[in-house]
T-cell receptor, first 114, second 116 residues
Framework: DAGVTQSPTHLIKTRGQQVTLRCSPK?????VSWYQQALGQGPQFIFQ???????QRGNFPDRFSGHQFPNYSSELNVNALLLGDSALYLC?????????????FGNGTRLTVT | AQSVSQHNHHVILSEAASLELGCNYS??????LFWYVQYPGQHLQLLLK??????LVKGIKGFEAEFIKSKFSFNLRKPSVQWSDTAEYFC??????????????FGKGTKLSVKP
């Protein structure tokens, strides 16, 4: 029973570049949420995808966009990278967007912007 | 804006000591409450959750938490910690008025170090 997998594990980019992070949800899950965790902070909600559409969005600029594919996997794209985008990006999957469906997290992608 | 406060940044205990980690949230409506744990090198895992009913909830590995609505609190407790409890603990909240569980608001976390 595969858990949530994220790739790559680490990434170094230069300011102004674009980055794509990938996530495969836990088997049987259809909802993917993305979180940003800055150093010393708790995870902060970016957005959620369900049925290939963005369903909810946190307080993040349009530079942050995403996609969900028919197999429920998801991508997070960040354009025009800023130094402040350096963080651990977490993907979490759940079933059916239900408020009572537990979130299962991946190990994250560590993004460093120089 | 809704927020979650965790009072302690770093807690250091000896094995067999009792643990209580504080968590307060700011939203006045109906909430769902969670504690997540992140062991060194591992992903965030759900420790326990409260949706409704008995305000004292039990989770995995002997952890429990008590929801006190009047205090907007959801403190995590364990009577006797073990070295293997060394981890970072995050309190989180959501509300049906915000939509799905995907929109969780997390506290900044409390790092627990247990000395053998």
């Amino acid at each position: 029973d595969a858990g949530v997998t994220q790739s790559p594990t680490h990434l170094i980019k230069t300011r102004g570049q674009q980055v794509t992070l990938r996530c495969s949800p836990k088997s049987g899950h259809d909802t993917v949420s993305w979180y940003q965790q800055a150093l010393g902070q708790g995870p902060q909600f970016i957005f959620q995808y369900y049925e290939e559409e963005e369903r909810q969005r946190g307080n993040f600029p349009d530079r942050f966009s995403g996609h969900q594919f028919p197999n429920y996997s998801s991508e997070l794209n960040v354009n025009a990278l800023l130094l402040g985008d350096s963080a651990l990006y977490l993907c979490a999957s759940s079933l059916d967007r239900g408020a009572h469906s537990p979130l299962h997290f991946g190990n994250g992608t560590r993004l460093t912007v120089t | 804006a809704q927020s979650v406060s965790q009072h302690n940044h770093h807690v250091i205990l000896s094995e067999a000591a009792s643990l209580e980690l504080g968590c307060n949230y700011s939203y006045g409506g109906t909430v769902n409450l969670f504690w997540y744990v992140q062991y060194p090198g591992q992903h965030l895992q759900l420790l326990l959750k409260y949706f409704s009913g008995d305000p004292l909830v039990k989770g995995i590995k002997g952890f429990e938490a008590e929801f006190i609505k009047s205090k907007f609190s959801f403190n995590l407790r364990k009577p006797s910690v073990q070295w293997s409890d060394t981890a970072e603990y995050f309190c989180a909240v959501n509300s049906l008025s915000w939509g799905s569980q995907g929109n969780l608001i997390f506290g900044k976390g409390t790092k627990l170090s247990v000395k053998p």
